[in-house]
């Protein structure tokens, strides 16, 4: 049996209460570089998507109660957005958007872009102990990194509902980008 003396426990303890808080962090910050590089590809990929549909089919849809092309795509924003605001209490930048079917594609593709700057900068500015709060969604507890991911494979279910459009339109899609 190895005993340790006084010393050396005392060292041990105090290692691990200076340590323990930098691990603590470490996390999110991995999850923020990982996250941001992930979005990225998410984004190049949603938009070379989105701008694979000609401008006179954006409000094209399969059957009368599905989304439109272009209502995917907003969808998807506006969802996001509103699920992340209301949980890190940030200001929702699509709480009073409308009008969503008058505007050009190249304005919803703007849009597209702005929304994801958005996000990656939300990302970019949670503090470990806000990602760490555990956060209800769809009848679970979710960290924020999980959160995250939970609306972007949101974002992704819509992505591919676009991608469906475009083959009815007879629009070969785009290789899937990877991680």
């Known amino acids: 049996m190895h005993t340790m003396k006084r010393k050396q426990v005392l060292k041990t303890l105090l290692a691990g209460l ?14 923020q ?15 070379t998507i989105f701008n694979q549909m000609p401008e006179e089919h954006l409000n094209f849809k399969p059957t009368p109660e599905m989304f439109s092309f272009r209502m995917q795509f ?8 509103a699920q992340l605001a209301s949980r890190l209490n940030v200001k929702d930048p699509y709480e009073t958007a409308q009008g969503w079917n ?13 929304f994801y700057d958005w996000v990656q900068q ?12 555990m956060q209800e969604f769809v009848g679970e507890e979710l ?6 991911y939970a609306l972007e494979n949101h974002i992704i279910h819509h992505r591919g509902q676009g991608i469906v459009y475009l ?7 785009e290789g899937y980008f990877g991680w």
């Not at 939300?122 to 709060?133: D, E, G, I, N, R």
């Not at 083959?167 to 899609?173: D, F, M, Q």
């Open 74 to 81: 907003v969808h998807s924003m506006i969802y996001t957005t």
């Open 143 to 148: 960290t924020g990194p999980q959160l995250f």
């Open 102 to 114: 008058q505007r050009s594609k190249a304005d919803v593709a703007a849009e597209l872009g702005r």
């Open 18 to 31: 200076v340590v323990s808080p930098v691990r603590a962090a470490a996390p999110a910050t991995d999850f």
């Open 33 to 47: 570089q990982e996250f941001q590089k992930a979005w990225k590809r998410s984004r190049d990929y949603t938009l």
């Open 122 to 133: 939300t990302v970019a500015t949670q503090t470990p102990a806000q990602l760490s709060k």
């Open 167 to 173: 083959r009815l339109k007879g629009i070969t899609p």
